[in-house]
């Protein structure tokens, strides 16, 4: 199974950026889609997660109405949409998929993925 994102780039605060992560290899409907992001010096923290047929999703306090997520699956493709972009969320962004099931325990979990894209880097300065 391979991963590949992309959209990142510089944009200013306040701006927006979709991602985009195309799956290829097996059938993408089995898999839970996650973002994940990593600014240096920090740890890979967890951005939000869609299930498989794209009803639920998961969103963290620090994202809410800012953030994102959504799949379409007959492009096995997932995206992550993002306004009122901060400083703070400079980070490499990465797309993970996860085979098994929707709990949040696990979604925020970067153990529990399986697979993972290379990443795209976002970058928000003025």
């Known amino acids: 199974v391979q991963l590949q994102a992309s959209g990142g780039g510089l944009v200013q605060p306040g701006g927006s950026l979709r991602l985009s992560c195309v799956v290829s290899?097996?059938?993408?409907?089995?898999?839970?889609m996650g973002w994940f992001r990593q600014a240096p010096g920090k740890e890979r923290e967890f951005v939000l997660a869609?299930?498989?047929?794209?009803?639920?999703?998961y969103y963290p306090d620090s994202v809410k109405g800012r953030f994102t997520i959504s799949r379409d699956n007959a492009k096995n493709t997932v995206y992550l949409q993002m306004s009122g972009l901060k400083p703070e969320d400079t980070a490499v962004y990465y797309c993970?998929?996860?085979?098994?099931?929707?709990?949040?325990?696990?979604?925020?979990?970067?153990?529990?993925?399986?697979?993972w894209g290379q990443g795209t880097q976002v970058t928000v300065s003025s």
């Open positions: 993970a998929a996860r085979m098994g099931s929707w709990y949040e325990g696990a979604l925020v979990n970067s153990h529990e993925y399986d697979f």
């Open positions: 869609i299930s498989l047929t794209g009803r639920s999703t």
């Open positions: 290899g097996r059938t993408f409907n089995v898999y839970v």
